[in-house]
């Protein structure tokens, strides 16, 4: 086939791209997850299985456990908290729909650490929060509201919500509100609507949002480190001390790679409920 | 419909109650925090004085801007060769183009780290704007083949009758037709670029620091009010840009209706 | 052809990104955080004309794990401890100082010069010495807190604050056990993250940044961190008040040093010289109160810190500090142990 040379330069970019920044980092980290590293950061030239039996240590596999429990938790608050608001929202007129969607995605053009240090003021022990609950007597000590458990997912579902609000905002005002109302006039009371009608056609929404949450919330260390203290690990804290502090990159990198298989895994679940790949681009 | 109105706003206000806090804080006259105590702009005045914040914001804006055009440019470039030609390895492209996306963020940075320690190269403002490229680019893309996909197929052979060569239909015809696409890929390669931590984190070297890098470090060792000023300088110019175009799309919602 | 064209095009992009910092006039610095004041490095950029880029580290380990993974000449000076200073030595990191190019070397207290980790200052010449301190806010606390195993009292649950450093903390548990703080075996290893899983359910953070903060904004009442970090807290709150434990504490004298291939030697040089001077010194100890070993700036210091018994410790006192060693590949053994613990 004949290729002009429009054709060529066109093309060489992507090709470049796809190479240099995403297929050679890659396979990079997972040649390294069997290398071998030693006491002081450098990396050994040996092939060896050992940093994959190292993460079915108890150890790790707690840290994995605990991840994937406290993205679940996040995620699950998001679809709590957005669902209802998507389908409040999507009953609204266009013109304050738009605003709506508007005003939630403002917050997030603003630095999000700089969100999270308000987050701080609100809910240290001497903050906003504690302070107003012993004003009107509610509590007469202040609650560990950060430093903990509760802290991070606070962080997480914060800094996520969007990202479950805005697909699931565009299923929703998908569904064809006339079935909604032939459905009301058959009949059907608000529960069975919503779980016949409402439920299914917004499931790909759902599904879309809560990967967009899920996975980003396994890796977010900073909101770790913020709001927990120092003293819980998730896998993003995990990885970020190998490769900086503990100097054991092809450990790191195992960790890595069994992240991305586990991405990966999710992915084509996704897709196999036929959700479209582009709409993973979010917005 | 009264506690329906009543949910949205608790979630908006979930949404906006850290930042409310901190407009509210860079009027303080106290630096600690915790009690309002008085009203000043001084933090304001301090912010033009705080040279490590002011750096930050310009690395920031170089590492953005930068790296936005070049990803608007390639990924526009690169949406339309995608579509148009087949060449060898094009699935595979395809199929690597979600990894930025779909990966945890921390998984790219710690790679894209190794690559460079491993080819040593030097940590700076030039890996990190090739690094807001790597995870940028498929935004882009995608955002552009969304309307690529949507643009009848016969503007271009038009265009090719009347004897125009590739390079002049791309840039006068296809170009201006998928506008929207291109202008909504890089706001989206903009502001991803402008919040970045964690790739940010690994990929920047000395004299590098971002903004956000720069915040990290000040809320680790001690946060100045001047912080809150430029939140609520940030904010302002965020409501600014978002209200003057939904303003603008409202009224053509509102003509639509009309009509 | 087609992959020869690909390959310089990505040999170009690489290079390209190489921007070349060495014709600029600047200084690349690596230093723990909190420890120069920003308006130290502003007058000396306005004094000299170079530019300073300053990063901060938490620990010696990050400082270790950016040094040995940045490209060679990346950094032009680094603050090391003592026992980081051995171990970067033989890993041949650091460059050999010349103490020719520097005019204020005599200003250094020779107490804190030849120092096992570093014979003839080849390599390192102090900065600071700092040391490991209980501080507590006795407002709340009226227990007499005099050892580390006090603080396992479950009364004090979620009430304590740790600097995030393994060698200081598992050296804790090691001292607080009857131990020696740098020991290796494995079993008294065991031990001391046995003792430290207990008092973990005290622990509210693990900090090395601002620990002072937790205990200034009452967010704990007790706290093992850095003497300087104490000695702030204490000026902010007269009720806390800080305590060397019976069994002995972490002394950490931290220490200029070059790393290899630095490209901007020369203003690695001024700016340790800078540093030297009398008066910059007594800037950085009165916003940062450690332990000073600049014989000149001791002249300087007023009350407020030859009060402090957090800031200023005596020489007496200071030799009951005990260094953390080098040991070696052992370092593998208290990351397992670090692991575990967080």
Request: hydrophobic share 50%.
């Amino acid at each position: 086939m004949y290729k002009s040379l429009f054709q060529k330069i066109i093309t060489i970019p992507i090709i470049i791209y796809a190479l240099v920044l995403i297929a050679m980092p890659i396979l990079y980290v997972l040649a390294l997850s069997f290398l071998k590293s030693d006491a002081y950061g450098g990396i050994i030239n040996e092939i060896t299985l050992q940093n994959y039996i190292d993460i079915f240590d108890v150890v790790y596999l707690s840290v994995f456990l605990k991840s994937f429990i406290i993205a679940g938790i996040a995620t699950f608050l998001c679809i709590i908290i957005a669902y209802p608001f998507a389908i409040f929202v999507s009953q609204k007129k266009p013109h304050i729909q738009k605003i709506m969607m508007v005003l939630v995605i403002a917050p997030f053009l603003t630095n999000s650490l700089i969100r999270m240090y308000g987050w701080i003021i609100l809910l240290r022990k001497e903050g906003i929060i504690n302070t107003f609950l012993q004003n009107i007597h509610l509590t007469d000590h202040p609650l560990q509201l950060m430093y903990n458990d509760l802290g991070i997912i606070i962080g997480l579902v914060y800094t996520l919500l969007p990202f479950m609000i805005l697909p699931v905002y565009s299923a929703v005002s998908k569904v064809d509100k006339s079935i909604l109302e032939a459905a009301k006039d058959l009949g059907a009371n608000k529960i069975k609507t919503f779980t016949n009608i409402m439920l299914p056609q917004t499931a790909s929404g759902l599904f879309n949002g809560s990967l967009m949450v899920f996975i980003p919330a396994i890796g977010y260390f900073f909101i770790v480190d913020i709001l927990g203290g120092g003293k819980l690990m998730l896998l993003g804290n995990l990885i970020k001390n190998q490769f900086l502090t503990a100097r054991n990159w092809p450990f790191g990198a195992a960790i890595s790679i069994v992240l991305i298989i586990i991405t990966f895994l999710l992915v084509k679940l996704y897709k196999k409920k036929g959700g479209n790949m582009d709409e993973l681009g979010g917005f | 419909m009264k506690w329906k109105n009543f949910y949205i706003g608790l979630v908006l206000l979930f949404l906006y109650l850290p930042i409310l806090v901190l407009i509210i804080f860079s009027f303080n006259t106290s630096s600690l925090n915790i009690l309002f105590e008085g009203f000043t702009f001084k933090w304001y005045g301090e912010l033009l004085n705080n040279v490590s914040l002011l750096e930050a914001l310009k690395n920031t804006l170089i590492v953005s801007i930068t790296s936005t055009l070049i990803s608007t440019i390639i990924g526009t470039i690169s949406a339309f060769a995608l579509k148009k030609y087949d060449f060898k390895g094009k699935k595979i492209i395809n199929q690597l183009l979600y990894i930025p996306i779909v990966i945890p963020e921390i998984v790219l940075g710690i790679a894209l780290l190794s690559i460079y320690t491993f080819l040593h190269v030097e940590l700076g403002l030039g890996t990190l704007i090739l690094s807001h490229i790597a995870f940028s680019l498929p935004f882009v893309i995608i955002s552009v083949r969304a309307v690529l996909d949507n643009m009848p197929s016969n503007i271009e052979d038009a265009a090719k009758d009347l004897g125009a060569s590739n390079i002049k239909t791309f840039w006068n015809v296809i170009v201006p037709t998928i506008m929207p696409g291109i202008t909504s890929g890089a706001f989206l390669a903009f502001t991803l670029s402008l919040d970045d931590v964690v790739i940010s984190y690994f990929t920047a070297g000395p004299g590098s620091n971002t903004l956000p890098l720069q915040i990290y470090s000040m809320i680790k060792t001690g946060v100045t009010p001047d912080v809150n000023a430029l939140a609520t300088l940030i904010l302002l110019a965020v409501f600014l840009v978002l209200g003057i175009s939904t303003i603008l799309q409202i009224r053509n919602i509102k003509r639509q209706v009309k009509v | 052809m087609k992959k020869i064209v690909l390959l310089t095009l990505i040999s170009i992009l690489l290079t390209a990104c190489n921007f070349d910092n060495s014709k600029d006039n600047v200084v690349n610095i690596l230093n723990w955080s909190s420890y120069i004041p920003d308006v130290v490095i502003r007058d000396f950029e306005k004094e000299t004309n170079i530019k300073v880029n300053y990063g901060t580290y938490s620990s010696n380990e990050e400082l270790l794990a950016k040094i040995s993974s940045a490209k060679e000449g990346t950094y032009d000076l680094i603050f090391p401890s003592d026992y980081m200073i051995e171990l970067m030595k033989n890993r041949d990191l650091i460059t050999t100082i010349d103490k020719s190019k520097l005019t204020n070397l005599n200003n250094i207290n020779p107490n804190y010069l030849n120092l096992s980790y570093d014979y003839g200052n080849n390599y390192s010449l102090p900065f600071l010495a700092a040391t490991v301190v209980i501080a507590v806010n006795t407002e709340n606390i009226k227990d007499n807190i005099t050892s580390y195993n006090d603080l396992l009292n479950p009364k004090y649950q979620n009430n304590i604050v740790l600097i995030d450093d393994q060698r200081i903390i598992i050296g804790m548990a090691l001292l607080a056990l009857g131990y020696d703080m740098n020991e290796t075996d494995e079993t008294k290893l065991k031990q001391a993250k046995e003792w430290l899983l207990k008092l973990k359910n005290n622990v509210k953070a693990f900090d090395s940044d601002s620990p002072k903060t937790f205990l200034i904004s009452k967010e704990v009442d007790i706290g093992v961190l850095w003497n300087a970090e104490a000695a702030i807290a204490m000026e902010e709150n007269s009720n806390i008040k800080t305590i060397y434990p019976n069994e002995g504490f972490a002394l950490s004298i931290d220490n200029f040093a070059i790393p290899k291939g630095s490209k901007n030697q020369d203003n690695a040089y001024k700016f340790i010289d800078y540093i030297l001077r009398p008066e910059v010194m007594q800037k950085i100890i009165e916003s940062y109160p450690y332990k000073n070993v600049n014989k000149e700036t001791d002249k300087l210091l007023d009350s407020n810190y030859l009060n402090n018994n957090a800031a200023n410790i005596s020489d007496k006192m200071i030799k009951n500090g005990i260094l953390v060693k080098n040991i070696g590949s052992f370092v593998k053994d208290y990351d397992k142990v670090w692991a575990q613990i967080k």
